[in-house]
């Protein structure tokens, strides 16, 4: 196992000092089509993305890596950017991340709780699916591409009626899925069928935020229940109106609960 390499992107800068939200993607979506919505309506918050690797501005991967790892990066890029500047030292930073980015920051507040002020965990789980079904989507999508994808994908992510109200939405974050590159993706789905944090979840002290979309079938409100009911100082939430990717399908309420979320930690740590 060894650490990717994973680039971020900032969205949205609100000045020197504001909150800083460090946002992550679900697996086969590229970081920016997937927040760009919900950064416009996080007004306060200096917003910065980063991509799995093999996805948007992230290099390929071509070793395995795990959950941890991927934490581990984003762990890195967060101390570096306090060490050059970028984030102000007084400026507290969040995390919100959607799916695998979900299950990333779970691990990032097991193992780097410290850089964080609170955690979101958008339509993920402690534990999503099952080893063996991860193991032969990476089988598949390391023999035939991305491509065999987009279709369950299409149905899995978006709540009913969705394509049909937004799709340039829809589109780009299924281009970005057949974009991907096919063998980092699926070293995702590996590092996916190891992930099980729900022994863990009471070693988890940073404020967790869970959130559901109403309409998920991978992810179900039972899921993000079972996280605010078991790591130290959780929280749920259920969405209406989205299912897998509650920031692009519920930009408005996504951003409302992060604010207020991340806002009641702000306040509390001051």
Same mark, same amino acid.
């Given at each position: 196992?060894?650490?990717?390499?994973?680039?971020?992107?900032?969205?949205?800068?609100?000045?020197?000092?504001?909150?800083?939200?460090?946002?992550?993607?679900?697996?086969?979506?590229?970081?920016?089509?997937?927040?760009?919505?919900?950064?416009?309506?996080?007004?306060?918050?200096?917003?910065?993305?980063?991509?799995?690797?093999?996805?948007?501005?992230?290099?390929?991967?071509?070793?395995?890596?795990?959950?941890?790892?991927? /934490? $581990?990066?984003?762990?890195? #890029?967060?101390? !570096?950017? @306090?060490?050059?500047?970028?984030?102000?030292?007084? +400026?507290?930073?969040?995390?919100?991340?959607?799916?695998?980015?979900?299950?990333?920051?779970?691990?990032?507040?097991?193992?780097?709780?410290?850089?964080?002020?609170?955690?979101?965990?958008?339509?993920?789980?402690?534990?999503?699916?099952?080893?063996?079904?991860?193991?032969?989507?990476?089988?598949?999508?390391?023999?035939?591409?991305?491509?065999?994808?987009?279709?369950?994908?299409?149905?899995?992510?978006?709540?009913?009626?969705?394509?049909?109200?937004?799709?340039?939405?829809? /589109? $780009?974050?299924?281009?970005? #899925?057949?974009? !991907?590159? @096919?063998?980092?993706?699926?070293?995702?789905?590996? +590092?996916?069928?190891?992930?099980?944090?729900?022994?863990?979840?009471?070693?988890?002290?940073?404020?967790?935020?869970?959130?559901?979309?109403?309409?998920?079938?991978?992810?179900?409100?039972?899921?993000?229940?079972?996280?605010?009911?078991?790591?130290?100082?959780?929280?749920?939430?259920?969405?209406?109106?989205?299912?897998?990717?509650?920031?692009?399908?519920?930009?408005?309420?996504?951003?409302?609960?992060?604010?207020?979320?991340?806002?009641?930690?702000?306040?509390?740590?001051?």
């Amino acid at each position: 196992m060894s650490i990717p390499v994973i680039k971020a992107s900032r969205l949205s800068d609100a000045g020197p000092g504001a909150p800083v939200l460090i946002a992550g993607p679900s697996l086969g979506t590229a970081s920016i089509p997937l927040w760009s919505r919900a950064a416009a309506a996080l007004d306060t918050f200096t917003v910065i993305t980063w991509d799995l690797p093999g996805h948007g501005v992230s290099p390929a991967a071509h070793e395995p890596f795990s959950v941890a790892d991927l /934490a $581990a990066g984003v762990a890195g #890029l967060v101390t !570096a950017a @306090r060490s050059a500047g970028d984030i102000a030292a007084d +400026a507290p930073v969040f995390y919100a991340g959607v799916s695998l980015g979900g299950a990333v920051g779970l691990q990032l507040g097991l193992d780097h709780g410290a850089l964080f002020d609170g955690i979101a965990v958008l339509c993920s789980g402690a534990k999503i699916g099952e080893a063996e079904g991860w193991e032969q989507r990476a089988e598949t999508v390391r023999a035939q591409g991305t491509p065999t994808q987009v279709v369950g994908s299409g149905q899995r992510w978006f709540a009913p009626g969705f394509m049909d109200r937004e799709p340039g939405a829809a /589109a $780009a974050l299924l281009h970005s #899925l057949q974009d !991907a590159d @096919r063998f980092s993706y699926a070293l995702c789905c590996e +590092a996916l069928a190891a992930f099980d944090l729900r022994r863990r979840l009471p070693d988890i002290t940073v404020p967790i935020l869970a959130v559901a979309g109403a309409d998920d079938v991978v992810t179900p409100p039972s899921f993000a229940q079972l996280i605010a009911d078991r790591v130290t100082n959780g929280t749920a939430a259920v969405v209406d109106g989205a299912a897998h990717l509650v920031p692009v399908e519920q930009p408005q309420r996504t951003a409302e609960l992060l604010k207020n979320f991340f806002g009641a930690q702000y306040l509390e740590g001051k």
